[in-house]
């Protein structure tokens, strides 16, 4: 059985429209996919915390040398690993806050991207364990960062997602961008939008 995790970060629902049309998508989606399990991990109503001491000294502890304070710092993460693992397929929606990711989402990054779970060192180099599944990005946009723009090259959330989730393995990351949802191209944006996710929806 398919198992797509919606890692969901707006802190708006209704007014949302990354949520919103990551919902239109995962409805349609599930037309085509009516065996799969959506599970959705909601990072506004389940904020994951920050990182502190206890925690990255467990994050570069061997799970065999933990204490129990180790154990319990990282428990948390573990089982976001785990949630993570388990899924064939993810859609991750993002507002774009300050040129980049929302600070839940950041969290949550910093939780899943671990040594011998996510990613390894083997002979000095860095290698992704999250292999062979597909990821997609719908993000929203106050203003128009679309390729060419004024704004483009203060993108700091598609190339930095792609890195990251690179990093952990990700070679198929798709992403549907609603740019100038607070200037005159709102509903071109919307539109498209909309037109691309009827399209991949039926093939993703
Ligand atoms: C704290 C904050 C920071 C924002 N920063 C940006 C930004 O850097 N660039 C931009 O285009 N829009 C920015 N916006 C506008 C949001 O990206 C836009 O309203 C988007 O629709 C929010 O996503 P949502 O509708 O899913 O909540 C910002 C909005 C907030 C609340």
């Given at each position: 059985?398919?198992r797509?995790?919606?890692?969901?970060?707006?802190?708006?629902?209704?007014h949302?429209?990354s949520?919103?049309l990551?919902q239109?998508?995962?409805?349609?989606?599930s037309?085509?996919?009516?065996?799969?399990?959506v599970?959705?991990?909601?990072?506004?109503?389940?904020?994951?915390?920050?990182l502190?001491?206890?925690?990255?000294?467990a994050?570069?502890?061997a799970?065999d040398q933990?204490?129990?304070?180790l154990?319990?710092?990282?428990?948390?993460?573990?089982?976001l690993?785990?949630e993570?693992?388990?899924a064939?397929?993810?859609v991750?929606s993002?507002?774009?806050?300050n040129?980049t990711?929302?600070?839940?989402?950041?969290?949550?990054?910093?939780?899943?991207?671990r040594?011998?779970?996510?990613?390894?060192?083997?002979?000095?180099?860095?290698?992704?364990?999250?292999?062979?599944?597909k990821?997609?990005?719908?993000t929203?946009?106050?203003?128009?960062f679309?390729?060419?723009?004024?704004?483009?090259?203060?993108?700091?959330q598609?190339?930095?997602?792609?890195?990251?989730?690179?990093?952990?393995?990700?070679?198929?990351?798709?992403?549907?961008n609603?740019?100038?949802?607070?200037?005159?191209?709102?509903d071109?944006?919307?539109?498209?939008?909309?037109s691309?996710?009827?399209?991949?929806?039926?093939?993703?």
């Amino acid at each position: 059985m398919t198992r797509l995790l919606h890692i969901a970060s707006s802190p708006r629902y209704a007014h949302s429209h990354s949520r919103t049309l990551t919902q239109e998508f995962i409805d349609k989606w599930s037309l085509y996919h009516p065996e799969a399990t959506v599970i959705l991990r909601d990072l506004t109503l389940n904020p994951v915390p920050y990182l502190d001491d206890t925690w990255i000294t467990a994050k570069f502890t061997a799970p065999d040398q933990y204490t129990p304070e180790l154990t319990g710092a990282i428990e948390l993460s573990d089982q976001l690993v785990d949630e993570f693992l388990a899924a064939d397929c993810y859609v991750i929606s993002a507002p774009m806050y300050n040129f980049t990711i929302p600070a839940v989402l950041k969290s949550y990054i910093d939780y899943i991207v671990r040594p011998r779970r996510t990613f390894a060192v083997e002979n000095g180099a860095f290698k992704g364990l999250v292999t062979g599944k597909k990821l997609l990005f719908i993000t929203a946009r106050g203003s128009d960062f679309r390729p060419g723009s004024a704004f483009a090259p203060s993108d700091f959330q598609e190339p930095y997602l792609r890195t990251v989730f690179g990093f952990i393995g990700f070679t198929e990351i798709q992403f549907i961008n609603a740019n100038g949802l607070r200037t005159d191209l709102r509903d071109q944006s919307l539109a498209e939008a909309r037109s691309t996710i009827q399209a991949l929806a039926s093939h993703w």
